[in-house]
């Protein structure tokens, strides 16, 4: 099934709608007896009545139907043309922004194009090629690993199951679902650090370790709309969600947050701490899809 939204046809053309397996799904809840019961993860203030599951579901499909709207153009933010890439881009992005890896990128895939040529490469040569990306004794180490394990237990091919990529050197859950999302189309929740910071302040749930956010945000939500989920929610965080500083004022699902309030709120001077192309800015691809509004950012050493 396609993680495409769906157009809405005649009146109100052109804006993005849920899914439609979305209300089905929302049927199905609301005749299970589960629906009726607080959500536990929850934490509700002193005097106030807790909220169902049902409404937690209602209020974060609604919200993600919002994102929809807002980012039509949602994608992962990583350059690559082949799941080999995809992957080596995910284990490059720990703790640097997308942008760095994708301006180091070129040159590592030009020296190395397939998993046998990475392998096999001198360590010393790859730390430098990846230097950019931070920490780049240690990330050698796991592409170094994973190109090995690769090229002697899975035919020099990326497997497209989740239990044989977590096997994998520097492959975790996130890298996992970001490699079975976007190169094999198997839907999968991406908790990365603006993921678990939005679906907290959307009390959606409160839990900290990824994979228990990973379960109950996945509860929440048809499969289908995993991938895109997380997309969403990660533009957001990075565009107008921040971590110290959200622009409220900005925000175009202020009124369905519970945060609100928690950032900047006067719409002035929100609007100047929005990021990427909602600020003017040059996004995180050197080649973004067709349909990004924005800029795309220039390669590595160039005047930006």
């Not at 030009?110 to 950019?132: F, G, K, S, T, W």
Request: proline share 9%; with cysteine.
């Amino acid at each position: 099934m396609s993680n495409t939204p769906v157009r809405a046809q005649g009146k109100g053309a052109g804006r993005v709608t849920a899914p439609r397996n979305s209300a089905v799904g929302e049927q199905e809840f609301a005749e299970s007896t589960e629906a009726a019961k607080p959500h536990k993860s929850v934490k509700v203030s002193k005097g106030t009545r807790p909220e169902s599951r049902l409404a937690l579901v209602r209020r974060a499909r609604r919200i993600n139907r919002e994102l929809a709207e807002v980012y039509p153009y949602a994608h992962p933010e990583l350059d690559f043309e082949s799941p080999f890439q995809l992957l080596v881009a995910t284990v490059l992005s720990a703790q640097t922004t997308d942008l760095r890896v994708n301006q180091t990128t070129p040159a590592l895939f030009a020296a190395y194009p397939a998993p046998e040529d990475m392998a096999a490469a001198d360590p010393e040569v790859l730390e430098q090629l990846i230097r950019p990306t931070g920490f780049f004794r240690a990330k050698a180490k796991s592409l170094l690993g994973l190109s090995a394990a690769l090229r002697d237990r899975f035919g020099g091919e990326v497997p497209g199951r989740l239990e044989d990529l977590v096997t994998l050197p520097g492959v975790g859950r996130k890298t996992a679902n970001v490699v079975l999302g976007n190169a094999f189309g198997v839907p999968g929740l991406t908790v990365d650090t603006h993921f678990g910071r939005l679906v907290r302040r959307w009390k959606w749930t409160a839990q900290e370790d990824p994979e228990k956010v990973e379960a109950e945000i996945a509860a929440l939500f048809p499969k289908s709309e995993w991938t895109m989920l997380s997309h969403r929610i990660i533009f957001h965080g990075r565009r107008v969600c921040h971590a110290r500083k959200p622009a409220c004022g900005a925000c175009p699902i202020a009124p369905l947050c519970p945060a609100y309030g928690e950032g900047e709120t006067d719409p002035d001077r929100a609007k100047k701490l929005l990021k990427y192309e909602l600020g003017g800015q040059p996004g995180q691809r050197l080649r973004p899809p067709s349909d990004y509004p924005g800029r795309p950012a220039a390669p590595l050493g160039a005047a930006e």
